[in-house]
């Protein structure tokens, strides 16, 4: 019988999740390293990965789902194509970043850290992106669009939906 090289808990069978195992030290303190890979990689932290790391860790599957929604960065599910964060930090609030939000949702027809049935958009709630004094702020996978309005989250979704 073939000997699986890996002892993670992926038996070998994930490529990805593999070369992570052999390239970390399993240890606990890698884990947001490693969540960091696996985002950038499958566009979101699935179910899978959670049960291998926690096995590889040896860090209990709840302690990994609670950092994985603790931290924005990491999303559950995967991101559409465009990912629009709206920011709702101070500065952006107090200038009606809310109301951009809520244009959002009205037309997408999702909620915050939801995607659209096509795959096209997701949307997503941040705090300050470090661009208040262009507030209120929002981003297009990651490209920063300042002294947003309405008029001007309309006509970027115009563009995109083509
Ligand atoms: S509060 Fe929105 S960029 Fe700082």
Redesign the pocket.
């Known amino acids: 019988m073939e000997e699986n090289k890996c002892e993670c808990g992926c038996n070998g069978k994930d490529e990805f999740l593999n070369s992570l195992c052999e390239k970390y030290l399993p240890i606990k303190d890698n884990l947001i390293q490693i969540l960091n890979e696996v985002q950038e990689h499958y566009g979101y932290i699935p179910m899978n990965a959670q049960k291998v790391l926690s096995e590889f860790l040896n860090v209990p599957m709840a302690e990994i789902y609670g950092v994985v929604t603790f931290y924005s960065r990491f999303t559950l599910k995967p991101k559409g194509k465009y990912n629009i964060a709206v ?1 709702l ?5 107090v200038k009606g ?1 809310q109301k951009i939000m809520d244009r959002l949702k009205e037309r997408l027809k999702i909620e915050p850290g939801e995607t659209t049935a096509d795959g096209k958009f997701s949307i997503e709630e941040t ?6 004094g ?4 929002f981003t297009v996978n990651g490209e920063v669009y300042g002294k947003a309005t309405v008029q001007l989250l309309d006509k970027v979704l115009d563009e995109l939906s083509k």
Do not use: D, E, Q
């Open positions: 920011c930090g101070t500065a952006c609030y970043s705090r300050c992106v470090g661009a208040c262009l507030a209120p702020v």
